[in-house]
């Protein structure tokens, strides 16, 4: 099943797209040039882009943590971006009286992981003409993502996306289990499927409260998913990862965001 946002199709036969930006909105200035530089690097390599930035991150572990500047700065930044750019946009929504909002401006909505057994978000979520990008929660295994996919089915909506982002495996440490993605395919009418790579680099240090990353082995995450030929990858990057507000330790160094889309897009040319 292809699945269209605009002139952008994503499909598990076709090459692949790339669901690229930051984790959560800082500033106006720096989310326009994250996007302006996502822009021109996948207009040289050829890459179909959707810019994503969050506006809140209203799952965060830490009360301390950045949350973003909120639903209404940030849907106008996002606004902002899109009008200046005329790129394509997608941002998560966390409650039902949010997604409205963000599908008046956003080409597609994201379903966060750990709110994504939520009924209600799920039903006005479909009720929108725009895409939804689900994000298996860490806590279900492949085959029980067709659960949420028939919610959404149910509802009306068939114009889905379906991402992995790594399994919880004993405490505080993500797995991806590369032969899901095949599971998910068969038991969810071949749905695009998008491998996140940022978030499936996540764990967490004994005794901290804060999540770290392994961004040293992005790529090889990239790799492996890219090589079962998959619609396309979620990657978040940042220019100072050790400065960001938000996930930066799983965050890939801007400037190294051409190199690392080049040697997929050599792989997705093989496969």
Known sequence: MDVSVGKIKFSNNNDFCLIGGINVIEDFESTLNAAKHYKEVCKKLNINLIFKASYEKANRSSINSYMGPGLKDGILVLSKIKENLDIPIITDVHLPEEVDIAAKVCDVIQLPAFLA???????????????????????????????????????????????????????????????????????????????????????????????????????????????????????????????????????????????????????????
Request: contains cysteine; glycine residues 6%.
């Open 117 to 271: 057994r939520q009924t209600s978000l799920i039903k006005a979520m479909a009720k929108t003409e725009v895409v939804v990008n689900i994000k298996k929660p860490q806590f279900m295994s492949p085959n029980q993502l067709y659960n949420i996919v028939e919610k959404f089915f149910q509802f009306g909506k068939q114009d889905l996306l379906l991402c992995e982002r790594g399994t919880s495996f004993g405490y505080d440490n993500l797995v991806v289990d590369f032969l899901g993605i095949g599971v998910m395919k068969k038991t969810c009418k071949n749905l695009p499927i998008i491998f996140d790579v940022t978030h499936s680099l996540q764990c967490r240090d004994v005794g901290s409260s804060v999540s770290q990353g392994r961004r040293e082995q992005s790529l090889d995450l990239a790799k492996a998913a890219i090589s079962l030929k998959i619609a396309g990858l979620f990657l978040e990057s940042h220019p100072e990862p050790s400065k960001a507000l938000c996930d930066g330790a799983s965050a890939l160094p801007m400037h190294l965001l051409e190199e690392f889309l080049s040697q997929i897009k050599q792989i997705d040319m093989i496969v």
